[in-house]
């Protein structure tokens, strides 16, 4: 076949820079491939600047399907003969590049660390990808039967100037670092999960990246204070701590540039996020953090808040955030959750677990009403009921308060505990609100139990004890049973027995049946 001067191979003539940007679009596998089209194809190869080197991957490659998980002396020798084919495969390509003086794009390492020697390599690898200029830099120790900090990272890391990711897993730094080591002005990101470093490297490594925008701190252990205001440029911070972690205090008071801040963890806060200090913010999340004087937000781009399990949120707490679109509120059973204002109004999805110690009275009932009134926009009560102690009586309730029953759009229980009183519940719950939607969880005999009895309870509502008391059965003109199907569009079905026995008979894997409830 005869060539015309516009059947020849065009891409190939594209600049190099255009070439490896093409090869960043397929697996690394694939692109490996691409050295035996040609020599211009096979010095594109050479020079691509991404290193991704996952040693599972590799072995999968290898093994073709032969298990490696048990912990006998044969699977331990296979797989050390794997870790020296592969780190051999690292060794040879990443020398080869080096001595071409390429800078280095891309270096992504995720190996386990069986004998010193394999540590050594690493070592080397990293000198070499910081005297490369590497940009962005991703290592993942898959020790996870060892100490955090069993694989120590070379202080040659600190001279990569020019990086502008740093993402580690599963290693620690070696503690000192002399003053002033630390210059990754560039950095961008930085990412370390299961990484054991002391107050004086976090202080460097937070110091040091003026114009870091996101840093993620997962499960890491050896410092107790993270202190981070000098980070102007911050856009994301995320802390997340293990149960016994030595993270005591958080300082992000100078990060102007929040948009998103996510922190769970037994950790110390003082939690007042105002226009002026943080202009930008629009995501909260706290889990199980310790509040040191409540948390007061005045903020007019605030446009999502979650609050689970904190202390020391009620009394003084205050949020004001005229854009605030969702609230989701987890908390216990202690009346001191409703002091929690929020100016203006929001749409609240308000859960509440309700442990064993916790007791449910009349007055909680009552403060519980109160709570939904002052919200004013609260669309979604969720409970998870696990106490034993609870009791209600409408007499006392209606002495306490006036207010009507608050209108809500959805109501939805979680029944834990074969010890609670199934009509005392209902009664105080539908005394204090009247939900569109009443949904109950089927996932254990006791909620199983709680809706038949609910079934029985909504079908006999004519039936009312006390006739000089108006109660909720007065209020509820009909019910209706939503359909379990997920292809149907929510069209409700008369509630009888057999309608209850059905919709209980044909859960499927949504394990909840609905009712809706016309007042």
């Not at 509440?352 to 009932?365: A, E, G, H, V, Y």
């Amino acid at each position: 076949m005869v060539k015309t001067p516009n059947s020849g191979d065009r891409i190939s003539g594209f600049p190099d820079e255009i070439l490896h940007q093409i090869l960043s679009f397929v697996p690394m596998k694939t692109a490996a491939r691409t050295c035996v089209l040609s020599r211009r194809w096979k010095h594109i190869w050479n020079s691509y600047p991404v290193f991704e080197f996952n040693e599972s991957s590799f072995a999968s490659a290898v093994l073709d399907g032969i298990n490696l998980t048990d912990a006998t002396p044969q699977c331990t020798a296979l797989w050390t003969t794997l870790l020296n084919k592969f780190t051999d495969v690292v060794d040879r390509r990443l020398h080869k590049f080096c001595e071409s003086k390429f800078g280095i794009q891309t270096f992504d390492l995720s190996i386990t660390i069986l004998e010193p020697k394999f540590a050594s390599m690493v070592e080397e690898w990293i000198g070499l990808a910081a005297k490369n200029n590497v940009k962005e830099f991703h290592l993942k120790i898959n020790n996870g039967n060892c100490t955090l900090h069993c694989f120590s990272l070379p202080q040659t890391i600190f001279s990569a100037k020019s990086l502008t990711v740093l993402d580690l897993f599963g290693c620690g730094f070696n503690p000192p670092i002399a003053k002033n080591a630390i210059n990754f002005q560039h950095l961008h990101s930085l990412f370390l999960e299961n990484v054991y470093l002391d107050d004086s490297t976090i202080q460097q490594l937070t110091s040091s990246g003026r114009n870091m925008e996101i840093l993620h701190l997962i499960n890491c252990k050896g410092f107790k204070r993270l202190e981070i205001s000098g980070l102007v440029k911050l856009i994301n911070l995320t802390v997340k701590t293990l149960y016994w972690s030595d993270l005591s205090w958080i300082d992000c008071s100078g990060c102007r540039s929040l948009e998103r801040v996510y922190v769970d963890g037994r950790v110390s806060l003082n939690c007042v996020f105002e226009d002026r200090d943080f202009p930008y913010l629009k995501y909260l999340s706290f889990f199980n953090c310790i509040f040191v004087d409540g948390i007061k937000i005045s903020s007019h781009r605030l446009e999502s808040l979650m609050l689970d399990e904190c202390e020391r949120i009620e009394g003084k707490s205050v949020i004001f955030a005229p854009k605030l679109s969702s609230m989701f509120y987890i908390c216990g059973a202690k009346p001191s959750f409703l002091r929690l204002k929020l100016n203006p109004p929001c749409q609240l999805e308000l859960q509440l677990n309700l442990r064993s110690r916790d007791r449910l009275l009349t007055p909680w009932f009552v403060q519980l009403k109160e709570f939904l009134h002052m919200q004013n926009q609260t669309k979604i009560l969720d409970l998870f009921l696990f106490t034993e102690k609870n009791k209600f009586d409408s007499e006392e309730a209606s002495r306490s308060s006036l207010l009507q029953p608050y209108a809500l759009e959805s109501l939805v229980l979680h029944i834990h505990s074969g010890k609670l009183n199934f009509a005392a519940i209902m009664d105080g719950l539908l005394w204090s609100c009247h939900p569109q939607i009443l949904s109950v969880a089927v996932n254990n005999r006791f909620e199983l139990c709680f809706l038949e009895f609910l079934g029985q309870t909504l079908m006999d509502r004519n039936y009312c004890r006390d006739g000089k008391m108006k109660r909720w059965q007065h209020s509820l003109k009909d019910v209706t049973i939503m359909r379990c199907d997920e292809d149907e569009d929510g069209v409700g079905i008369p509630l009888g027995r057999y309608s209850l026995r059905d919709a209980i008979t044909n859960l499927g894997g949504r394990k909840t049946v609905s009712f809706k409830l016309k007042w």
